[in-house]
């Protein structure tokens, strides 16, 4: 009996090793698939990465009220295989400095498809299929009046110490479009590798407005980053490390809802 039990103690040890092990090696392992660049800090990144990440972001409205959002609509990714991404986004919480009332924001959900792709000896390119939804959680009007949904494609391109990204897709809500409208946003951005703790980039945010209150505009930000890597001096890539990084969207269209959005996040990729 002691020895079955024995038995059976080593094997559910190894098992649970095993299951951690082959969670924590996903990022590692999807290096084999596609090239190696930071995920940008308001583009979507076609790549499939394993993460959690804490983001805050601090901004002017366009009546010079501020607002600072703690979670920022970011959470935590899993690689599942070697095509899947699911992320997981907890409501952030918003804070205002006017008459509006504080409350927490709407929960998202998102997957990603990795259609094709190649590391840095087969293209150094990628190309993607994401599909949000964000559901209306939010209280005291700190969210969306339905839910909706985010289909997008995205794609990206390496090349010695540079990479490219962009990204083509909308938000439609399930409801009251008379009311919210419909937005399709473009996103690119160019980064930089310029040491081998530090990345920098630059990226540019348009979103064109269709029926709604906003129909016909249109808002545009360039957004400057800087992003700083923390990794052990034993670091091997199934090794989990840190980035730092912080960013400002800056409005630089006629039409803008918010402006000097400062961005600043910690991430954990394991």
């Known amino acids: 009996m ?24 996903s990022n590692a392992r999807m290096t084999q698939f596609q090239p190696s660049w930071i995920t ?28 600072t959002n703690y979670g920022n609509g970011k959470g935590v990714g899993l ?3 070697n095509r899947f991404e699911f992320d997981y986004m907890p409501p952030g919480y918003c804070q205002h400095n006017s008459s509006v009332i504080d409350g927490f924001g709407d929960m998202g959900t998102l997957v990603k498809y990795r259609i094709a792709s190649g590391n840095a000896t087969n293209g150094n390119y990628i ?7 964000t559901f209306a959680t939010g209280s005291d009007k700190n969210g969306a009046i339905t839910d909706s949904f985010g289909p997008t494609m995205a794609g990206g391109y390496a090349f010695r110490r540079f990479d ?6 909308g938000t439609m809500p399930t409801g009251r479009i008379a009311t919210q409208g419909r937005t399709i946003a473009w996103n690119s951005l160019v980064q930089a590798h310029v040491s081998r703790t530090v990345w920098v980039e630059v990226e540019n945010n348009s979103s064109f407005y269709f029926s ?40 630089t269209s006629g039409y803008h809802s918010y402006n000097h ?10």
């Open 2 to 25: 002691l020895i079955a039990l024995a038995f059976l103690t080593v094997a559910a040890t190894a098992s649970a090793q095993s299951f951690v092990e082959r969670v924590t090696s």
């Open 40 to 67: 940008p800090i308001a583009t979507s990144d076609p790549r499939l990465v394993q993460y959690a990440r804490f983001s805050t972001s601090h901004e002017y409205t366009s009546t010079r009220t501020e607002t």
């Open 79 to 81: 690689v599942g295989g």
């Open 127 to 133: 190309v993607t299929a994401i599909l949000s939804h």
């Open 164 to 169: 490219v990204v962009s990204t083509l897709g």
């Open 212 to 251: 709604g209150s906003h129909d016909g505009m249109m808002q545009n930000f360039v957004t400057p980053g800087v992003y700083y890597v923390v990794r052990k001096k034993e670091w091997k890539p199934t090794h989990p490390f840190m980035i730092f990084d912080t960013g400002m969207q800056v409005a």
């Open 261 to 270: 959005n400062l961005i600043s996040e910690v991430r954990l990729l394991f």
